[in-house]
């Protein structure tokens, strides 16, 4: 069966240490995204990408990157790891842009000290 | 601003009865909107879309939408204890990136024995 994966799960780390979350999709879909959930504040997106070498910005993008170059993946780097970004991070695909339906992975929780 | 508004709950339901789960958006650009299910320390999954204004039911779940009144309602009739989850609502803008997705930041329900 198709699936979307993240790895680590989990994750703790330092202040000031480069962290990327990967994320591996099986689905074929161009559209991938990036999204962390925080209390009071639910989804909020990162950074999303329509395909191949294709990356945007989003609403939090500050202090992450990411890179698309296949289909499958859709790594988010934390340059530089500060404890506002200790959060949930889910990562999402999609076939068809406007159709709202987004496919999630299991989600990374990353605590940074 | 594109905007979703829900009440963060709890709501709390007893077992068999109606729970009517609302949801409000500031923008009158929005084409269409969804629901999507999270259980706890679980990824979203979607359960409902709507498209145009009335309601659409899906087995347990009806979606309402009033574009005239902006506002956009899941009814879940004999509710179960699976139910207990947060509910997140998630409109839909034509021209916006990211899937043009905008998402509130849940509703806590509680379906009670």
């Known amino acids: 069966d198709a699936e979307i994966t993240q790895s680590p799960r989990h994750k703790i780390t330092e202040t000031g240490r480069q962290v990327t979350l990967a994320c591996h999709q099986t689905w074929n879909h161009n559209n991938m995204f990036w999204y962390r959930q925080d209390l009071g504040h639910g989804l909020r997106l990162i950074h999303y990408?329509?395909?191949?070498?294709?990356?945007n910005k989003g609403e939090v993008s500050d202090g992450y990157s990411v890179s698309r170059s296949n289909t499958e993946d859709l790594p988010l780097t934390l340059e530089s790891a500060a404890s506002s970004q200790t959060s949930v991070y889910f990562c999402a695909s999609s076939d068809l842009v406007g159709t709202g339906e987004l496919f999630f992975g299991e989600g990374s929780r990353l605590t940074v000290l | 601003q594109k905007e979703v508004e829900q009440n963060s709950g709890p709501l709390s339901v007893p077992e068999g009865a109606i729970a009517s789960l609302n949801c409000t958006y500031s923008?009158?650009?929005?084409?269409?909107f969804f629901w999507y299910r999270q259980y706890s320390g679980k990824s979203p999954e979607l359960i409902m879309s709507i498209y145009s204004n009335g309601d659409k039911e899906d087995g347990r779940f009806t979606a309402q939408l009033n574009k005239a009144s902006q506002y956009v309602s899941l009814l879940i009739r004999d509710s179960q204890p699976s139910d207990s989850a947060t509910y997140l609502c998630?409109?839909?803008?034509?021209?916006?990136?990211?899937?043009?997705?905008?998402f509130g930041k849940g509703t806590h329900l509680i379906i009670q024995p």
């Open positions: 923008d009158r650009g929005s084409q269409s």
């Open positions: 990408s329509y395909g191949v070498q294709d990356t």
């Open positions: 998630a409109g839909l803008y034509s021209g916006g990136g990211a899937d043009g997705l905008t």
